[in-house]
């Protein structure tokens, strides 16, 4: 058993920077005795506190597994790199917040895998932790890996370095994989028969039983390497909503972190279908939580952790229905208690905007639209269907109601774009600032905020090639040009090389892991931090691992493909996702010759 | 209306914290219990709840002060209860006490510290206590004493910190060199004691400044009354009485 003793510690965090984001010991963290409970499981976030903190299937897998008497989870963050160092100098394994215990006493690691561009600081929280990287070489007596989240859709490219995915939402059945678990060490199975034997079980993906077959560099199949385990893997999913555990006091972070608020979710899924949309689909089919429930859990949120601010959460709050019988009813509950509700993920129409009003009493101060795309052609392409006019009535409305700041989303890169949707992004904005004339930089904050588009698995899109990434720097530069006209526009955009190493892991299979490991080891770290990123190591790692990212990123794959996820089902028909792919490229929303050639 | 006074001590883990994250604390304590508080009014209502002097990050402290207002009548001593049992390990409530609402806010009222600061040597340079109080004696000895603000603009300013130096001396603790310093704070002008232990660490002469770091505790915070000064927590008392 490691622990680090106090003094230590202490001289530790006297140099670093927000040494409260280590220490633990928050209001609701559990704190249970190790040495009785039966099960003992890590949740590693492989990205900062402040960053994991905000995350709600952080809190309700926390909940889900310590509700359990006979189960114990506990925390652990990403180090930044100043206290890496300080680990590092001193020899200290990485530990949990709870017990400061090392990571590697537990009987199971799991990471959120919310985000392609963490994957490097997976593998660094496995070396800090003291454990060799690749399954095949870990022993009996360690850890489990396991990892789950949206990224865990296409394991492949973290496949040898996890023992397990969990595929799907897990918030039910991690207890039950615990508890096999248990019975499985019991009967003193060796690591490989317990994974055998856990791959039985629904949503769960055991890598190291299933091999890719390559044919001429290749993907042309998987094998199954073990009779018991399933030819292909299903999605889990919580049937209702009502019953599923849900964190109503969660622990209250000390230090202020990226969302710091109760929150509620309102419904899972999404029957908006945007084809760019990874969460849209993994999340399906919607399922509401009903107006009783979120009203209870909203006061009981509220009593137990004292936050000010209550966010309804979903993909699209505005679609939950009779939304406004709900928040009439939220603020009969919570009347006099000085909460502010906010919808988060509103729609650009006058009835969000509505919506907002009546959130908002008093303080108007920013909305945030996503309209992703300039030109109604784009629009239905990608299945984002408001119109101009949309658009326009929901700025109107909410300018005349007060609202102060708006941030509007867009994206480059999509299937079919042409520089003339990208140019049309700066059109609308110019017309945009027409409108309001004179207000817009002064009375009234627009901030327009321009990503690049990587393309999925699990969703229509999951075939189309990401833009090269020459001609994506190019259209960004036409962004920064046209919004050089238009001063008192705050005009912001994502690294194009970031997007590209993000659409890299997102279709990659398992031979990029090997390049991931090389970049590791050339140093990378908090690759979706701008102030951490560099691509010219990564380049580095191209070269000295051989692999040609281009020919994953601009891969188109044709239907008859073997996709690196084609084992993995997340419940859509493969026959829908190919007619929803199609009615994309429908002739009536093609321009251009350059589009015709796009079609598979 | 009415306002409450409370002392509280910061021990242990919860130094780690900023004063923002204390402010944010307290308040989701006294929503927990679910207190009267009261708001001010606008656009933008915040608690109307205050500490008389911010605690920097990685200080601990016996005697802090906070002041916070209600809608309606709330019991002191059952306020010190309630709110006691909604503190984490590591904050301690000692007190409270009714005061006027006309009262002039708290932090307007305080003018110094005290602190205390061992110095925790993890390097291999010697600092005995005898060069210690040499070094102070030499720096209180000086009429200017000046550092580098950074002012607005990013600019760069000389301020003189002498006089904001009331008393600085050599304690005795068995564990480390100890440094008593009593500091003006306030609105009033003050110096952070981090800025005067930089300058104390400077005046030893010892090469690796970085092997140094401050075991550092706030003891008591200071108002004057009759030219002279008293302890907050002392006017708090005087209002009890």
């Known amino acids: 058993m490691t622990k680090i003793n106090d003094d230590l510690f202490d001289s530790i965090l006297s140099r670093v920077r927000k040494p409260g984001q280590y220490t633990g010991g928050e209001l609701n963290a559990v704190d249970k005795d190790f040495d009785t409970v039966s099960a003992r499981m890590v949740l590693a976030f492989p990205d900062l506190y402040e ?142 028969e317990i994974l055998v034997t856990l791959s039985a079980g629904k949503g769960i993906y055991v890598p190291s039983l299933y091999r890719p077959l390559y044919q001429e560099g290749k993907l042309c199949g998987v094998e199954v390497l073990d009779r018991r385990a399933p030819q292909s893997i299903n999605k889990l999913t919580i049937p209702d909503l009502d019953l599923a555990p849900y964190p109503i006091a969660p622990v209250i972070p000390y230090i202020q972190v990226v969302h710091d608020r109760a929150v509620v979710e309102l419904f899972r899924g999404c029957a908006r279908g945007c084809r760019f949309c990874q969460a849209g689909f993994i999340f399906r089919p919607v399922r509401r939580r009903s107006r009783a429930k979120i009203v209870e859990l909203a006061e009981k949120l509220i009593d137990s952790t004292g936050y000010d601010e209550l966010s309804l959460s979903s993909l699209s709050s505005a679609d939950y229905p009779h939304i406004e019988k709900l928040i009439e ?59 101009e006019e949309d658009i326009f009535s929901a700025l109107d409305d909410a300018i005349r109601a007060g609202w102060q700041g708006f941030k509007l989303y867009f994206m480059i890169g999509l299937p079919t774009e042409t520089d003339e949707d990208v140019e049309a992004i700066v059109d609308l904005c110019r017309r945009i600032r027409r409108r309001f004339s004179g207000r817009i930089g002064k009375k009234i904050s627009l901030s327009v905020s321009v990503a690049t588009f990587v393309p999925k698995a699990h969703t229509p899109f999951q075939w189309e090639p990401q833009l090269r990434l020459e001609k994506t720097l190019a259209r960004q530069k036409l962004l920064r040009d046209g919004f050089k006209t238009l001063p008192g526009i705050n005009f912001k955009w994502h690294e194009a090389e970031a997007s590209f190493l993000e659409a890299l892991f997102a279709r990659g299979d398992r031979m990029v892991a090997s390049l991931l490991e090389k970049a590791w080891t050339l140093g990378c770290r908090f690759d979706g931090w701008s102030e951490h990123f560099s691509f010219a190591l990564w380049q580095q790692a191209f070269r000295e691992s051989g692999l040609r990212p281009e020919e994953y990123v601009y891969r188109r794959f044709g239907y008859g493909d073997c996709l690196p996820w084609g084992h993995l089902h997340c419940g859509k028909e493969s026959e829908f996702m190919v007619r929803d792919h199609r009615e994309a490229f429908d002739k009536q929303y093609l321009q251009g010759e350059e589009d015709e050639q796009n079609l598979v | 209306m009415n306002k409450i006074w409370f002392s509280f001590a910061r021990h242990d883990r919860l130094r780690y914290i900023s004063h923002l994250d204390m402010l944010r604390l307290f308040i989701r304590a006294m929503r927990r219990e679910r207190f009267p508080v009261a708001y001010s009014q606008g656009f933008n209502p915040h608690p109307r709840f205050s500490l008389a002097l911010p605690l920097p990050l990685g200080v601990t402290a016996d005697e802090e002060l906070g002041e916070i207002s209600f809608s309606e009548v709330v019991d002191a001593e059952q306020f010190a209860g309630r709110l006691a049992a909604q503190m984490p390990v590591g904050l301690e409530i000692t007190g409270a006490t009714c005061v006027d609402e006309n009262r002039l806010p708290l932090p307007s009222l305080v003018e110094a510290a005290s602190y205390r600061a061992g110095i925790i040597n993890e390097g291999p340079e010697n600092i005995s206590s005898l060069h210690l109080e040499q070094v102070l004696n030499e720096l209180l000895s000086k009429d200017e004493i000046k550092i580098l603000k950074r002012g607005k603009k990013k600019k760069e300013k000389e301020i003189n910190i002498r006089s904001h130096i009331m008393a600085l001396s050599a304690a005795d603790k068995t564990d480390y060199p100890t440094v008593a310093m009593l500091l003006r704070a306030g609105g009033g002008g003050g110096v952070s004691p981090l800025i005067v232990l930089e300058k104390i660490i400077t005046g030893t002469g010892i090469n690796e400044p970085k092997n140094i770091r401050w075991d550092l505790h706030r003891e008591r915070l200071y108002t004057s009354a009759d030219e002279k000064l008293e302890t907050l927590s002392e006017g708090m008392c005087k209002i009890n009485g």
Do not use: W
Request: with cysteine; aromatic share 6%; glycine share 6%.
């Open chain 1, 51 to 192: 960053v994991g903190m905000s995350n709600q299937g952080l809190k309700i897998l926390y909940e889900s597994v310590n509700s359990r008497s006979n189960m114990l989870m506990e925390r652990v963050f990403a180090l930044d790199v100043d206290m890496e160092g300080q680990l590092r100098r001193h020899g200290l394994p990485l530990f949990t917040l709870e017990s400061r215990r090392a990571v590697r006493d537990f009987d199971v690691i799991g990471f959120s895998l919310q985000y392609e561009l963490s994957y490097t600081n997976v593998l660094n929280m496995l070396d800090l932790a003291g454990l060799s990287l690749y399954s095949s070489e870990r022993a009996d007596e360690d850890p489990l890996v396991i990892g789950g989240g949206p990224c865990a859709y296409n394991p492949e490219p973290l496949a040898p370095f996890f023992d397990l995915f969990v595929i799907g939402e897990a918030e039910e059945s991690l207890p039950r994989l615990l508890e096999e678990l248990v019975i499985s060490k019991e009967k003193s199975l060796s690591r490989q």
């Open chain 1, 329 to 387: 009813e939220l603020d009969e509950a919570l009347q006099g208690r000085q909460v502010r509700t906010s919808l988060p993920s509103l729609r650009l129409d006058s009835y969000s905007v509505r919506l907002a009003d009546r959130l908002h009493r008093g303080r108007r101060s920013s909305l945030t639209f996503a309209p992703e795309a300039a030109t109604e052609r784009l629009r239905k392409v990608i299945k984002k269907n408001i119109t």
